[in-house]
C-alpha cells in the first residue's frame, strides 16, 4: 500500500489522552512523521484533570524514559481550558481521543461533552478488541457487556472508528448505535515485515512483566498485583534454568522499558528494553504471562509458554489463564514446570495462530502497515 502524496493538504491532528502519554504506543503510530503527510500535529493531555499528581509520578517512576518525549505534550490543566483550545479549532481539525476522562462514573466523559458541544471532528479506537474465551458462556457474559456500553455510547458521535481484526469490526457494530465509518487497520504492537535480527545465535525470550511497579495499578492508586517480588523472580529464574537446560540456548529479557532495572534480578540474563517485537520475532521460543507483546509470537509462529505465579493475586493469574485460554495455549505454574509439560506445551498450532490473527490482529483483507492504513484513513474525514 502506498500513501497518497498529502503534503498540500495540510490538517491539525490532535492525539487526545486523559492519561500521561507514555512511550508505549506513540513511537508506534510514528507521531513524529504525520508532518511529512500534511498533518500539523499537536499531542494535547488532560492527565492533570482526571488523576492525582502523586499516582502519575508514581506511574513513572519505574523509568527514567517512560514518559513520551519525541513531540511535546501540551498539558492542559482544567475543563475550562479544553474548551478554549476546542473552540479554536478550524473545521478542518480532527482530534484522535486515545482516552476519555472520568472520575467516578466511567460512562460520563465531561470532555466528550465539550467535544460535541463544539461539533469537533472526532475519531474513536478500538485497536484492541476484548478478548474472550471461545465458549458459549464466555460469549454470553461479553455479549452482554457490549449491550451495556451500546446504551452508555449514546453520546458517542465520531467521524470514524479505527479497529483491528475482524473481532474489532463485530464488536464496533455491537456497542455503537449508528452506522458510522469504520476502517480496519493492522495492529500497531506487532511488526508485519522481517527486521533484522539483534541477536544471531539461538535464544529463548521472555517478555518481561513490569513485577517490581505496576504503572496502570501505580497511576490508579492501586496496590502491585505483585506481592512477593523477590519469590516471583527466584522462581521465574528456576523456569529459565530449567528451559536453558531443556533447550541448549540463553533466556535473553525482552524489557518494556517501563521499568528499569539498576540491579539484574535475572540472574545476570541480558536485558534488552524496547525491542520486544524484534527479539519475539527471531527467537526459538517465547515466555511470558499476558503482555501484548506475546502477539508477535502468534504472528511469527513461535512456540508460547504463559507462566501464573503464586507471587501474583488471584485477579492477576486469572487473567493470565484467560489471555492464554482466548490463544488456545495451556496456563503454567511457575513452580510446577516440568520437562514433561514444557515438552507438550512447545509447539505450535499454526491454524489457531491464523485464526487469532484475523481476529485480533489483522483481517485478512488489510493489506499495508498500520500507519499507512491510519493516514489514509484520517485523510478520507
Not at 221 to 237: F, V
Not at 281 to 300: C, N, P, R, T, Y
Not at 308 to 314: A, E, M, P
Not at 315 to 323: G, S, T
Amino acid at each position: 500500500m502506498t500513501i497518497k502524496n498529502y503534503t498540500n493538504k495540510s490538517k491539525k491532528l490532535i492525539i487526545y489522552c486523559s492519561v500521561p502519554v507514555f512511550d508505549t504506543w506513540p513511537k508506534k503510530w510514528k507521531l513524529v512523521e504525520f508532518k511529512n503527510y500534511g498533518f500539523d500535529v499537536e499531542i494535547w493531555s488532560t492527565e492533570e484533570i482526571f488523576f492525582k499528581q502523586e499516582n502519575i509520578k508514581a506511574a513513572a517512576s519505574g523509568s527514567k524514559t517512560y514518559r513520551y518525549t519525541e513531540l511535546e505534550v501540551i498539558k492542559i490543566k482544567n475543563l475550562l481550558n479544553l474548551e478554549k483550545k476546542i473552540a479554536e479549532l478550524d473545521a478542518k481539525s480532527i482530534v484522535c481521543i486515545m482516552t476519555l476522562g472520568f472520575r467516578n462514573n466511567k460512562f460520563y466523559n465531561s470532555d466528550l461533552d465539550i467535544f460535541n458541544k463544539y461539533k469537533i471532528k472526532y475519531v474513536i479506537h478500538h485497536l484492541i478488541p476484548y478478548p474472550y474465551i471461545p465458549d458459549l458462556w464466555s460469549k454470553l457474559k461479553v455479549n452482554l457487556k457490549f449491550l451495556k456500553i451500546r446504551m452508555n455510547n449514546n453520546k458517542k458521535n465520531p467521524s470514524l472508528i479505527i479497529g483491528t481484526g475482524s473481532e474489532g469490526r463485530k464488536q464496533v457494530s455491537k456497542i455503537y448505535k449508528k452506522n458510522l465509518i469504520y476502517k480496519s487497520l493492522p495492529s500497531y504492537n506487532v511488526l508485519w515485515n522481517k527486521e533484522k535480527p539483534i541477536i544471531t545465535k539461538k535464544y529463548v525470550v521472555y517478555v518481561e512483566d513490569e513485577i517490581s511497579l505496576s504503572p496502570d495499578a501505580a497511576l490508579f492508586g492501586m496496590i502491585n498485583p505483585n506481592h512477593d517480588i523477590k519469590g516471583t523472580y527466584e522462581r521465574i529464574n528456576d523456569v529459565f534454568e530449567k528451559i536453558e537446560n531443556w533447550t541448549n540456548s540463553k533466556v535473553v529479557i525482552a524489557a518494556s522499558g517501563k521499568y528499569d532495572y539498576t540491579i539484574n534480578p535475572f540472574k545476570n540474563r541480558q536485558i534488552i528494553y524496547k525491542k520486544t517485537p524484534n527479539l519475539v520475532q527471531h527467537s526459538e521460543l517465547v515466555l511470558g504471562h499476558k503482555s501484548s507483546g506475546l502477539d508477535q509470537a502468534i504472528v511469527d509462529h513461535k512456540p508460547i509458554l504463559i507462566f501464573k505465579d503464586i507471587g501474583f493475586t488471584n485477579e492477576k493469574n486469572k487473567q493470565i489463564n484467560k489471555f492464554a485460554r482466548v490463544y488456545g495455549i495451556n496456563s503454567i505454574w511457575t513452580s510446577e514446570l516440568t520437562k514433561t509439560n514444557f515438552e507438550k506445551n512447545n509447539y505450535v498450532n499454526l491454524v489457531r495462530n491464523k485464526e487469532i490473527i484475523n481476529k485480533y490482529l489483522k483481517e485478512d483483507i488489510i493489506k499495508g502497515s498500520f500507519f499507512e492504513n491510519l493516514v489514509s484513513s484520517l485523510h478520507e474525514i
